[in-house]
């Protein structure tokens, strides 16, 4: 799976074919509000990156008009992190909301935004950004929880192509133990189907910007390769998990796990 960056130039052709000055500013305007939107909040480089803006002023002009506010991060300036983050203001989701047809749930305190959360939703936003294409679609963390089923895990981001479901997981730290084994066994599963419905995915691919995550992740996910299935046991004040069997990992799902190399920005 390839993460080559469309140029600035097709996408402002792609956006403004067939639009006047004004309907192209309000067209930019609106793609960069909309993906504060479903992200939760963004950053200045991708929101040119996906409204196909060349100016570099698109930020500029949306915090002038009140719609978006910026503030620096905790870790700003560690690779991966943005040194400045744009998030959504009152006026600005009202925008949003005026032109949305689905609405969820929007944080407006952007002190409220997992500081340490912001190096992994960065990584499947630019990775989601360069992906973006007329057979390409995704829906975001936020919007797969409204989702949500009881007990099934929900993927960090789905990416639709070509009519195939890609569940997206982003590793920035490695898992170990029975946060792994669980990982893998959910991750088996969603490929699988069963007698009532198809998989619910046809590829997983784990993103992560470590080789040595990419490397166990990848051998962990070979046909063949063990792990365990853990289950609590004793009283439920003073319960612990145990292993309780181990399985192999099915030859059915043999190139359905991908584990990519991802570069931060």
Not at 26 to 53: D, M, N
Not at 207 to 217: C, F, K, V
Not at 222 to 237: I, T
Request: aromatic content about 8%.
């Amino acid at each position: 799976m390839t993460f080559s960056k469309q140029s600035k130039d097709a996408l402002r052709t792609r956006l403004e074919s067939g639009l006047n000055t004004r309907q192209i500013g309000e067209h930019k305007q609106q793609q960069a509000l909309l993906w504060i939107y479903r992200w939760g909040w963004s950053w200045p480089t991708v929101l040119e990156q996906i409204s196909g803006s060349k100016n570099n002023r698109l930020t500029s002009r949306l915090e002038k008009n009140k719609l978006v506010r910026t503030m620096v991060p905790e870790a700003a300036g560690i690779k991966g992190i943005p040194k400045k983050i744009v998030v959504l203001t009152e006026r600005g989701l009202q925008e949003v909301e005026r032109f949305q047809k689905k609405l969820i749930k929007y944080e407006l305190d952007p002190f409220r935004i997992r500081q340490t959360h912001i190096r992994h939703s960065a990584l499947g936003q630019q990775a989601t950004a360069n992906m973006l294409g007329p057979d390409f679609a995704f829906q975001t963390e936020r919007e797969l929880a409204v989702m949500s089923v009881k007990n099934m895990k929900q993927p960090d981001i789905l990416w639709i192509m070509d009519s195939k479901r890609v569940a997206v997981e982003i590793e920035l730290t490695s898992k170990w133990d029975r946060h792994l084994d669980q990982f893998v066994l959910s991750t088996i599963l969603s490929l699988m189907p069963s007698k009532q419905s198809p998989a619910r995915f046809d590829t997983v691919l784990v993103l992560t910007d470590s080789p040595a995550i990419q490397e166990r992740y990848r051998a962990q996910f070979e046909p063949g390769s063990k792990f365990n299935h853990w289950k609590k046991e004793g009283a439920e004040n003073t319960s612990k998990w145990k292993i309780s069997e181990q399985y192999t990992v099915p030859t059915e799902i043999e190139g359905k796990v991908v584990c990519q190399l991802f570069d931060s920005f």
